[in-house]
Each structure stands twice: as C-alpha cells, then as structure tokens.
C-alpha cells in the first residue's frame, strides 16, 4: 500500500454513460498526476495538478474527459458520453516537491460495454 | 524526454542476479535515469533513480555507463515476487517542472523457480 487510494477499484458501464473516478493522494503531496493504461502498454500521461492548479493536460484528454482537484486534495476524473475506447485502467499518482519519486494508487479499471 | 529502449522480456532464476539493460543515447545532461516495475495488476512502484553515479538501495543496484547513454538495473537475488513489467524512464528533475512520467513498453521479467 503506497498511501494513494482511488474509488472505485472496477468501473462497468454501458456506452455512452458517465463515469467519475475519485483519487486520494498522499496527504502531504501537493503533486497529483493522472495516467491511463491500455492492455499490454505502458502508462499515459493524463494530466498534472500542483495543489489545485492543473497545469498540464495531455492531448489524450479529449474535451469528454474533465479531472478537478478543488481543495488540493482529492481529485476526480470524469468521462462523459463513454466510448469502448475509454476501456483502460487509470491510475493516479502523487509526489512532493522534495521528493524525485511518485508514488501510485492501484488504479479503477474501467470497462465500457 | 530521452526516449529509452529495453527488452520487452528476460527470464531469470531465482536466487540469481537479474540484470535489466535499458539504451537512452538521447540523454541530456539534465536528465535522471528513473526505474519502476508494476507487477501484474498493482500501479506502478519506483525502485531507484540516478543522474551519473551509481546507485544503491535495499531494492536495487543503478549502473550507469560514463557517457550516461545506457544503464542497468541489478536485483541481487531476484525471487519470484520481482517478476514484473520494469519500466525505464529517463526525465527532469522534479524540482524543474511537474515532470510527467514517459513509460514505454518496458522489460517483462520472468523469475523462475
């Protein structure tokens, strides 16, 4: 257990439904970082939050995806209007200022029937 | 960030050293060697990083070659828990910028009994 959790763990959804992802970093980490992860690949890089900013997305974050982290905190990560392509697990991950290493949660596998 | 190249699989028994390579020629001097290893269904886990010199841990051994443009990753006495995808990812340092995490495919490790 590295510290980060995220809820839920397993995602079934039907095409076309909304989907919101939640990530609890490690408590002193003002780092938060989101990735996606297709079977056999390696992870993608999402998006990027330090404190409550979000500073960097990806490309891959189309205009149906939206991530939020409004305390600095948590954060979520939503899909709107799934598409079977959208089935991969996401991971997040979170990190200090002082430290060079981002530690992961176990990731929601997200399935889109 | 440095593209980096690795096997995609290596065999290993157990008790015995593993040693993983990994080839980035496009390294800059700004550049840390990072590794991870993600066994099956878990987030990824750091293991070690290194900028020039070589590195220890209770995990792992860092060698890095004078020109920096490969190195490799040494588990002493590989058990059938290290078997596991292990990533190589040349970066920033963090301190630089919210420095995302390029995976690539990654050497799948096999420890046998």
């Known amino acids: 257990d590295t510290g980060v959790s995220q809820d839920p763990r397993h995602k079934i959804t039907k095409r076309g439904q909304n989907v919101t992802f939640r990530c609890d970093p490690i408590s002193e980490h003002n780092r938060l970082y989101w990735y996606r992860q297709t079977l056999g690949q390696g992870p993608e890089f999402l998006t990027y939050?330090?404190?409550?900013?979000?500073?960097?997305k990806s490309r891959l974050l189309s205009d149906r995806f939206s991530a939020e982290r409004p305390k600095g905190s948590f954060s979520t990560l939503e899909i709107q209007r799934t598409e079977q392509g959208d089935s991969a697990m996401y991971l997040c991950?979170?990190?200090?200022?002082?430290?060079?290493?981002?530690?992961f949660g176990p990731g929601t596998r997200l399935t889109v029937l | 960030d440095a593209k980096t190249t690795q096997p995609p699989s290596m065999d290993c028994a157990e008790g015995r050293a593993a040693n993983l390579p990994c080839n980035h020629s496009?390294?800059?001097?700004?550049?840390?060697v990072y590794w991870y290893r993600q066994i099956h269904s878990q987030g990824p886990q750091y293991i070690i990083h290194?900028?020039?010199n070589n590195e220890t841990n209770e995990m792992a051994s860092l060698i890095i070659t004078e020109d920096r443009k490969s190195s490799t990753l040494i588990l002493p006495h590989a058990t059938l828990r290290d078997t596991a995808v292990y990533y190589c990812?040349?970066?920033?340092?963090?301190?630089?910028?919210?420095?995302?995490?390029?995976f690539g495919e990654g050497t799948q490790l096999t420890v046998n009994p």
């Open positions: 939050f330090q404190n409550e900013a979000q500073l960097e």
């Open positions: 990812i040349v970066r920033v340092a963090v301190e630089t910028s919210g420095s995302r995490l390029t």
């Open positions: 290194g900028l020039k």
């Open positions: 496009t390294i800059s001097g700004n550049e840390y």
């Open positions: 991950a979170s990190s200090s200022d002082y430290y060079n290493e981002q530690f």
